[in-house]
């Protein structure tokens, strides 16, 4: 039973780290996406963040879990990728936002 414990703290830590790289991913994407003012440069965008995503869940999932899903895992993910975004997320953005300002100048 103990083990099983340690096994889910250990699975749902795992998660998290792949969520909060999931949202460092975003930002690092949006800063790609900054120079182009296009709808088709924002889709395309928007799909190699989604296939780039599952790719980080999926390899998540199997290496700390043997690739089974769990409600717990993917609640994981989630909110790693919320607390990314609601923490340091508006720290690295506008780092970011201003580096761009000073370089395209």
Do not use: N
């Not at 998290?16 to 991913?25: E, K, T, V």
């Not at 996406?33 to 709808?39: N, W």
């Not at 895992?73 to 790693?80: E, F, K, P, S, V």
Request: glycine fraction near 6%; charged fraction near 15%.
């Amino acid at each position: 039973m103990l083990l099983e414990q340690s096994e889910s703290f250990s699975v749902f830590g795992g998660c998290l780290i792949a969520g909060l790289s999931i949202g460092l991913l975003y930002d690092v994407l949006s800063l790609f996406r900054l120079p182009f003012r296009s709808v088709f440069v924002d889709a395309l965008f928007d799909v190699i963040f989604y296939i780039l995503s599952l790719c980080i869940s999926a390899v998540a999932l199997l290496y700390w879990h043997d690739g089974r899903i769990r409600l717990y895992a993917l609640t994981a993910i989630a909110l790693g990728a919320y607390l990314y975004l609601r923490l340091p997320s508006q720290l690295f953005r506008t780092l970011a936002r201003r580096l761009f300002k000073i370089c395209s100048k």
